[in-house]
């Protein structure tokens, strides 16, 4: 169900241009000062005159930028906008948190958990977050203790009189994995490719392996239980809905499988496993041209930065031999602006550290799947995991290593 709420920002427009030290500028009406005009500070101040001129707020209960320190002592950030009610006694209380971001800033987990934080000092219980292109609105419900999507923003005599709401139940929105009997119909297929996890160019040799083994990725029931091997310790794993980036600009959006890893040292850090179809393009500006082939993408929060560390390309990089499906890679990487590095070194480098991924062909293997059957947690999905999460961490030891010598 689409929770997006059509709010046309065209209709608030920015109408004086003021300058500043050379910068443009835009009148803020709340404060009452310049402030340099950038893509959030147009998207906040123009969700400002929806609320004063759509939803009817007095300006006089609007507030921009609130530090929480006014709530809580020592709590860090500022609120974009909070919207005020005023109580019997004549005192302020917050009743809606909105968070702005620029129109190119997608609208991802962090952001929910940036108003989140906000709100969980604020106890207003109603919160957006905006981009301007996608608004969404959620309320939360003390009986249920959570949010919940709801259809319409009322205008501000409404919200204070009855504050009721419609809630949009998630339920309807909980993907479930299909049936392994319909594991390849048409159905499925469609679906899976309406979710851009199957690449347009992708030999349909392939799609057994790519909706179980995305299918096992995505799917909500299957939880691994903390283990460790010789080279991990994974503490806890879920799902998430981000963006990872990459050197040459690609961004890849949607759900991840996260898995938690924890050290000899007690830190920890989240590596970030999905599955994508790649753009097909034709005379693109950037990326050129490129079929449409279906990418295994694993990402690494390393602490101050996220990044891809591996973008497999799983047309080129498995083998099938009936039901059974291996990965591998060749080691081809790039060292951020540098170029490729030579894959004999990575090689090399990836046998030094983890000489049991290397075959004799001097390919780095992942492992094998059997797909004539459901993909679960069991001990060859565990050692392609526990494989592709060293392989990519080896993958950024070995990018540091060049750049150090740099």
């Known amino acids: 169900m689409d929770c997006n709420i059509n709010i046309d920002f065209n209709k608030f427009s920015i109408e004086n241009t003021y300058y500043r030290k050379n910068k443009k500028c835009i009148f803020d009406p709340i404060r009452e000062i310049l402030i340099v005009e950038t893509p959030e500070e147009i998207i906040r101040q123009k969700f400002v005159r929806y609320l004063m001129e759509e939803l009817k707020v007095p300006k006089n209960k609007i507030e ?13 950030g500022r609120a974009d906008i909070v919207v005020y009610a005023e109580d019997k006694e004549g005192c302020l209380f917050p009743l809606i948190v909105v968070e702005c971001k620029a129109p190119d800033v997608l609208l991802i987990d962090e952001v929910w958990l ?8 604020l106890q207003s219980g109603f919160i957006i977050i905006t981009n301007g292109g996608f608004n969404y609105a959620a309320v939360w419900d003390e009986e249920e203790k959570k949010y919940f999507y709801i259809e319409e923003l009322l205008d501000y005599e409404q919200l204070l009189k009855e504050k009721e709401f419609k809630f949009i139940q998630e339920e309807s929105d909980v993907w479930k994995r299909p049936d392994f009997k319909n594991l390849l119909s048409k159905e499925v297929i469609e679906k899976f490719d309406s979710f851009g996890w199957i690449g347009e160019d992708t030999n349909k040799s392939l799609y057994p392996f790519i909706i179980n083994f995305t299918g096992f990725l995505q799917d909500p029931e299957i939880r691994c239980s903390p283990f460790m091997t010789r080279d991990l310790n994974v503490v806890d794993d ?35 496993i999905s599955v994508f179809g790649s753009l097909k393009c034709t005379d693109h500006p950037r990326f050129g041209n490129r079929k449409g082939h279906t990418t295994l993408v694993v990402a690494i929060d390393d602490y101050n930065k996220r990044h891809n560390s591996l973008q497999l390309n ?7 031999k009936g039901n059974k499906y291996k990965i591998w890679h060749d080691g081809t990487l790039t060292v951020g602006k540098n170029g490729a590095a030579k894959r004999k070194e990575v090689i090399e480098f990836i046998r030094k550290q983890a000489p049991f991924m290397i075959d004799s062909n001097d390919k780095i293997i992942f492992g094998t799947l059997d797909c004539s059957k459901e993909i679960h947690w069991d001990d060859d999905t565990k050692k392609i995991i526990n494989n592709l999460i060293v392989y990519s961490i080896l993958r950024d030891d070995f990018r540091k290593m060049k750049q150090e010598k740099q």
């Open 114 to 121: 940036q108003v989140y934080k906000y709100d969980d000092i």
């Open 314 to 320: 799983l047309d080129k990089y498995i083998e099938v």
């Open 238 to 272: 879920g799902h998430r809905y981000t963006s990872f980036g990459n050197v040459a600009g690609g961004n890849w959006v949607g759900d991840y499988r996260y898995f938690i890893l924890k050290d000899n040292e007690g830190n920890n850090q989240i590596i970030s």
């Open 64 to 76: 921009i930028e609130v530090p929480m320190t006014h709530f809580k002592k020592g709590a860090k």
